[in-house]
């Protein structure tokens, strides 16, 4: 991952507010840093710090993984149209 100002500037924002929220004690030279960084996110309530992470996980190339897929309703059927999965 190369260190720039943004990403510096993100991992200090998300150091600071996850120390006020959820009183984590991470330093940037940490080895896994990003990681702890990324964990404390997921666990967040706050809706700017699970953005920070998304951020920092965008900057450091580990996108989360997506989300597991709904099940459709038990009366609904569901079709593919144009790649996008449909309610019929």
């Known amino acids: 991952m190369e260190l ?5 500037d993100c991992m200090r924002s998300l150091r600071r ?3 006020d929220e959820q009183q984590l004690d ?6 896994d840093a990003v990681t702890a960084m990324l964990a404390g996110c997921m666990n967040s309530n706050d809706e700017l710090t699970r953005e920070l992470g998304r ?8 996108l989360p993984a997506p989300p597991p897929p709904r099940a459709a ?3 609904a059927t569901v079709r593919i149209y144009r790649g996008q999965r449909v309610l019929a």
């Not at 720039?4 to 510096?8: E, G, H, R, T």
């Not at 991470?26 to 080895?31: K, N």
């Not at 951020?55 to 580990?62: E, N, T």
């Open 4 to 8: 720039n100002k943004a990403v510096i």
């Open 17 to 19: 507010r996850l120390r």
């Open 26 to 31: 991470i330093h940037l030279d940490q080895p």
């Open 55 to 62: 951020q920092l996980a965008v900057f450091s190339d580990r």
């Open 73 to 75: 309703s038990s009366g």
